[in-house]
Nanobody
Framework: QVQLVESGGGSVQAGGSLRLSCAAS????????MGWFRQAPGKGREGVAA???????IYADSVKGRFTISKDNAKNTLYLQMNSLKPEDTAMYYC?????????????????WGQGTQVTVSS
C-alpha cells in the first residue's frame, strides 16, 4: 500500500526557516514526478514546487528563491527547504506524487498525497 507521510511543519516567525520531509512507503520516488502543494484556510490548493524523475525542479513564483525542493532516492524521501518565510506562507503543506503532467500547477492533482503538515508563520 502506498503511503506518503509528511513531517517537519511548525510555527516560526517571519524570516525563519523550516524543512519539510515526505517519506514514502510502497512507492519509488525516482520513477515519478513529486512535489508539494499547500492549502490555507478558505483557499484552494496552490502548487509550490515539483521535481521530476530526472531531478529538474519547478517553483511557483511566490516561493522562487526562498524554497528548495530536493529528494533522496535512496531514502525515498522528498524535502522542501523553506527559508525567509512570510506570514502568507502559512498553510497546510502536502507532498504529492504522479500528477497528470509534471508542473507546479498540476502537482495539486497528484494521484497520491499525504495527510499534510501545518506551517504557521507569524509576523
Amino acid at each position: 500500500q502506498v503511503q506518503l507521510v509528511e513531517s517537519g511543519g511548525g510555527s516560526v516567525q517571519a524570516g525563519g526557516s523550516l524543512r519539510l520531509s515526505c517519506a514514502a512507503s510502497g512507492y519509488t520516488y525516482s520513477s515519478y514526478c513529486m512535489g508539494w502543494f499547500r492549502q490555507a484556510p478558505g483557499k484552494g490548493r496552490e502548487g509550490v514546487a515539483a521535481i521530476d524523475s530526472d531531478g529538474s525542479t519547478i517553483y511557483a513564483d511566490s516561493v522562487k528563491g526562498r524554497f528548495t525542493i530536493s529528494k533522496d532516492n535512496a531514502k525515498n524521501t522528498l524535502y522542501l527547504q523553506m527559508n525567509s518565510l512570510k506570514p502568507e506562507d502559512t498553510a497546510m503543506y502536502y507532498c504529492a506524487a504522479d500528477p497528470p503532467v509534471c508542473t507546479v500547477v498540476a502537482i495539486r492533482w497528484g494521484t497520491r498525497w499525504g495527510q499534510g503538515t501545518q506551517v504557521t508563520v507569524s509576523s
